[in-house]
């Protein structure tokens, strides 16, 4: 949409006000109080507004509004996709379509900076939203901000008086689509498609497909956030999933440094798989790690965390009295913990520079499987260690029975073997570690795995009972796979003894135990 157009469509006059289309999925009956308080807010715009709601019952005594029913498939999760069928059957009719969840409170207020900002984006990119909620005590909470989903570095732009960037969830339960982009997404023939999932569930993807499988890409005005955030209106995530008005500041003032070129954009590496529901990616807000904590040898002064995200676990050695070194993910996740006082070095995985000294301990948790060449990784992390140093590298099990499933179902998706390159990870076996341990130099100490948690679904009952089971089966069953390494094997002039090193040491894995260190959970 040009700028003439956009200026046309935001006029107030009541006579070049653009006509919109309004598609609200609305299950049961639980989100009632919901859906009465969203249409409350569409009619008392000064827009051009049809609201039609989609449901699995007659809901138009209760909405007073157009209401159509029925679902895609048997499934009920399926009724997101519904709008898709009204969209395409009224495409020339309207100049704008909105689709949401009942719970999501759009304003006039959202509508008209989508309009202006809309003015100066090209055609294949779209301005999106980030949903907030609000706790009892009024403080505001982000829950599409969580997990592996982050901020592309390399994607912040200015746009007129807009800067924007890309965020890898593209899910905030509603879009917006002039009709000239609803075309475009029509015309690449991902838009009008049956019910599926894929890096989302069911009713995720209904929502993201203009960008998953249309050709356009979601920018969120990180410039104007307070226009470009919708309200959950359940506030359901509060407590449980999201980050806080501190928390997305930091994030978002690392970004504007971006776009005025005082910091520069980078990732450490590549962070999310190509997997299904993106399994195995890196978290970017992992949970403080007990287990790793303890491993941190009681006589180190210093560590250094390769791979550090919003540094929970970092921050806890701090507070033991170490000196903490993080190479974090990128500059935008380490606002956090930069602000707490843990030292950075901004660097990517290619640029990492070894000469800045060794550290007691260096951990590697939950990445190591997503670098491009892991041995490359586990060299870099060689070069920072001292003969006494240990290593603690932390791998989800990507062998496991549900690793397994993920293998297969890459496979089939991508219809070629399911590589790095299909899969965006590496699928290893504890085997395949310790192989790339030795040839990167590292001596084995101790290798152990980690069950699943007890509420995990099949998968955390079957982990849980592999304690009982023989040690390679054991293995087998955990969730991840803990190493602990040092890196007393120098370099070239002891070559032999390494790869006799690496003979033995593959061969105790295959065998069920790695060293007379080795541990089995």
């Known amino acids: 949409m040009n700028e003439h157009a956009a200026q046309h469509m935001m006029s107030q006059d009541g006579r070049s006000a653009p006509r919109v289309l309004v598609a609200i999925a609305s299950h049961g009956t639980s989100n009632d109080r919901y859906l009465e308080r969203v249409i409350r807010e569409y009619r008392s715009m000064s827009l051009a507004i049809d609201i039609v709601v989609l449901s699995n019952i007659d809901k138009r005594a209760m909405a007073g509004v157009e209401c159509i029913v029925g679902m895609p498939t048997r499934d009920p999760w399926s009724l997101p996709f519904a709008h898709k069928k009204l969209f395409v059957e009224r495409h020339d009719q309207y100049d704008l379509f909105i689709y949401s969840e009942d719970d999501i409170l759009i304003t006039e207020r959202n509508i ?15 301005a ?25 570095p390399s994607s912040v732009k200015r746009h007129g008086d807009y800067v ?59 410039s104007h956030l307070e226009e470009f955030t919708v309200h959950h209106l359940t506030n359901r995530y509060v407590g449980r999933m999201g980050v806080g008005v501190d928390e997305l500041g930091r994030q978002k003032e690392i970004l504007l440094e971006i776009a005025d070129g005082r910091r ?3 990732s450490l590496l590549p962070t999310e798989t190509r997997l299904r529901r993106a399994s195995f990616s890196k978290d970017y807000y992992e949970p403080e790690s007990e287990e790793m904590i303890s491993l941190v040898p009681v006589s180190a002064r210093s560590v ?32 956090g913990p930069a602000g707490d006082g843990i030292e950075m070095i901004y660097t990517d995985l290619d640029s990492i520079d070894s ?15 997503l670098a491009p060449d892991p ?16 290593a603690v590298i932390q791998m989800p099990n990507t062998m496991s029975p549900r690793g397994v499933r993920s293998y297969l179902r890459a496979s089939l998706q991508s219809g070629r073997r399911s590589g790095y390159e299909a899969a965006g990870a590496h699928f290893a076996s504890a085997r395949r570690l310790t192989s790339w341990c030795v040839d990167a130099g590292l001596r084995i100490e101790t290798m152990f795995g980690i069950p ?3 509420g995990d679904g099949l998968f955390g009952m079957t982990s849980r009972l592999s304690g009982f089971t023989p040690g390679f089966l054991s293995l087998g069953l955990a969730a991840s796979i803990i190493v602990t390494a040092s890196g007393g094997m120098p370099d070239d002039d002891e070559a032999a003894e390494l790869a006799g090193q690496r003979h033995n040491q593959v061969a105790g894995v295959s065998g069920g135990r790695s060293g007379q260190n080795a541990h089995w959970i």
């Open 375 to 390: 041995r490359k990784l586990l060299r870099k992390l060689r070069s920072f260690m001292h003969e006494q140093s240990i």
């Open 112 to 126: 008209r900076a989508w309009l202006d900002v809309t003015s100066f984006l090209p055609q294949d990119e779209v």
């Open 452 to 454: 699943a948690d007890r």
């Open 304 to 335: 250094l965390s390769l791979g550090c995200g919003s540094g929970k676990t970092e921050k806890r050695l701090q507070a033991r009295g170490l000196h903490v070194t993080a190479i974090p993910l990128d500059p935008v996740i380490a606002a």
């Open 264 to 266: 520069l954009p980078y």
């Open 128 to 152: 999106g939203f980030l949903r907030v909620e609000f706790g009892e005590d009024g403080q505001r909470n982000y829950p599409d901000i969580h997990a592996h989903f982050h901020w592309d």
């Open 355 to 369: 000469n800045r000294g060794a550290y007691d301990c260096v951990l590697c948790l939950n990445l190591l499987h």
């Open 164 to 222: 924007l960037a890309h965020f890898t969830n593209e899910h905030a339960a509603c879009f917006v689509l002039t009709r000239e982009q609803l075309g475009n997404a029509l015309h690449s023939g991902g838009f009008d498609v049956a019910p599926h999932q894929g890096k989302y569930d069911l009713a995720c993807s209904a929502a993201t497909d203009p960008y998953t499988q249309c050709g356009l890409k979601k920018l969120v005005p990180i």
